[in-house]
């Protein structure tokens, strides 16, 4: 069965340091991927997505997310978190043709200490 | 502004009292889909819709029903809610293509 991965459940990282969150995927072809992030209260807001071409693609607020094939990997990272990345993350996708099916990785709660 | 609206924000119902969540979108999106968001279970799709009167079961289904008359409205709808349908649920929206979804404000459900 198709299934998105988040091994982190819980990441805590002091401000100013780098941060990686982990998303694998098990698809029978490479998916289409996303990260979004949600913070306390919120709705989800996309970060950044891959459908094909560049490996590293670039996001807003700051992130970044690796492709790597033969890893089954999209992870995204962040040179110098702030205070306000304090928030939930969800990485996210569906195969390339078929925007439905749409699956969420149970998600990386990312605690930023002073 | 573009956005999905999701009403009520907050629900406290009884068990058995049939209730909708009403979704609306003004970004003429193909396609729509409800989500519910428990802790530690990440978003779980509940179902999907690719077009007026196309809907298909996500993973989670039972208990639910949606409907799609109309392209920018995607109820969803409990006919006999139970105590495990607490929980938070999102709508969203999308065009397809490279776009992602874009998410509703959410609704809490409190099934009593």
Wanted: hydrophobic residues 30%; glycine residues 8%.
């Amino acid at each position: 069965a198709q299934s998105v991965t988040q091994p982190d459940i819980h990441i805590t990282v002091s401000e100013g340091a780098s941060l990686e969150l982990r998303c694998n995927y098990s698809y029978g072809a490479t998916p289409y991927l996303f990260w979004y992030v949600q913070s306390p209260g919120q709705g989800l807001q996309l970060l950044l997505k891959y459908f094909s071409g560049d490996t590293l693609v670039q996001g807003i607020k700051g992130f970044e997310a690796e492709f790597k094939r033969s890893q089954s990997s999209f992870n995204l990272r962040k040179p110098s978190v702030h205070w306000s990345d304090a928030a939930e993350y969800f990485c996210a996708a569906h195969e390339t043709d078929s925007w439905g099916k749409f699956q969420f990785g149970a998600g990386t709660q990312v605690v930023v200490t002073p | 502004e573009a956005q999905v609206t999701q009403n009520p924000r907050y629900l406290i119902t009884v068990t058995g009292k049939k209730l909708t969540v009403t979704c609306s979108q003004n970004m003429n999106h193909e396609y729509m889909s409800w989500y519910r968001q428990d802790p530690g279970l990440g978003l779980r799709q509940i179902y999907y819709s690719m077009n007026v009167e196309v809907t298909d079961k996500g993973d989670v289904p039972e208990g639910y029903k949606v409907s799609r008359k109309e392209k920018r409205n995607f109820p969803l709808i409990l006919e006999s809610p139970s105590p495990n349908q607490t929980s938070l649920y999102f709508c969203a929206s999308s065009s397809g293509g490279n776009y992602g979804y874009t998410f509703g404000s959410g609704t809490r459900l409190t099934v009593v």
